[in-house]
């Protein structure tokens, strides 16, 4: 007698209800497919030594003799080439924001601009100043504050 496995039955061994003559009525389960991981991937030797040992050397020699701005170029291009790729997959892409579907669902990522440090202290000024400012007697209180509970 077999013990089941922890991850259920394998299809190849029918179980002994199943040698006796009764069939299960559950469907068998499907395999989920698995979009997040490259399991199943094996780059073959051939692409290897034409694609990615080419690559690998041509970084090794960029970071010994530190061309820097070669390497930007190169980062700028494989950027821009992945970006060709993915047009599919970017629904829009205006300004600040790019909408993408991600599992049957559109995600938006909102991005900011890159304000200088003068700007971000002026806006913090602003608003603590605004906080700062005295309260105009009691009619501004009694209107901002007690206002709903006189009705």
């Known amino acids: 007698m077999q013990e089941p496995s ?5 299809v190849s061994q029918p179980t002994e209800a199943e040698e006796l003559g009764y069939f299960s009525r559950t469907k068998t389960r499907v395999q989920e497919v698995d979009y997040y991981t490259n399991k199943g991937i094996v780059l073959p030797y051939e692409t290897y030594q034409k694609i990615t040992g ?6 090794q020699q960029m970071r ?6 070669k390497v930007k170029e190169q980062l ?12 599919v997959f970017i629904q829009s892409a205006d300004g600040l924001r790019i ?11 909102y991005f900011t601009e890159n304000i ?3 700007q971000r202290q002026e806006r913090h000024y602003k608003a603590w100043k605004e906080e700062d400012k005295p309260a105009d007697g009691y009619r501004h209180f009694i209107k901002n504050y007690l206002s709903p509970f006189l009705k």
């Open 54 to 59: 080419p690559q690998l050397t041509l970084n």
């Open 76 to 87: 700028l291009a494989k950027r821009n080439e992945n970006l060709e790729k993915l047009r």
């Open 116 to 118: 200088t440090k003068a």
């Open 6 to 10: 922890q991850y259920g039955q394998s």
């Open 99 to 109: 909408t993408v579907t991600i599992k049957r669902q559109r995600v938006t990522k």
């Open 64 to 69: 010994d003799r530190l061309d820097n701005l």
